[in-house]
């Protein structure tokens, strides 16, 4: 089984950038579309981005699409995701999680099949 960990987060500045960093332990990354998902307080966890084992699928979400780059270097076990032009809301607890793949359509990755790890916290603000 797969454990990954999210880290990276901090409070950064209204249009600025921060990279977001998913790292695994355990057999079997590259078999694997990771996620990352993100949580405001009181709000639905939101899944942000994903990318297929190889890295030549990805899916952003509108909200953050343009801003946002999600990224795996398999020889390092990570996946990273790169934020840029932060916008307050964007503030919001960031985890990652193994996902599956969907290519019936729009690549996406509608399901979480791995625990969830705990998270990085993400702050942006004047």
């Known amino acids: 089984e797969v454990q990954l960990q999210a880290s990276g987060g901090g409070l950064v500045q209204p249009g600025g950038s921060l990279n977001l960093s998913c790292a695994a332990s355990g057999s079997g990354f590259d078999d694997y579309a990771i996620g990352w998902f993100r949580q405001a307080p009181g709000k639905e966890r939101e899944q942000i981005a994903c990318i297929n084992g190889r890295g030549g699928s990805v899916y952003v979400a509108d909200s953050v699409s343009g801003r946002f780059t999600i990224s795996r270097d398999n020889a390092k076990n990570t996946v990273d995701l790169q934020m840029n032009s932060l916008k307050p809301e964007d503030t919001a607890q960031y985890s990652c999680?193994?996902?599956?793949?969907?290519?019936?359509?729009?690549?996406?990755?509608?399901?979480?099949?791995?625990?969830w790890g705990q998270g990085t916290l993400v702050t942006v603000s004047s």
């Open positions: 999680a193994k996902v599956d793949d969907d290519y019936s359509g729009h690549f996406r990755c509608p399901r979480v099949l791995g625990p």
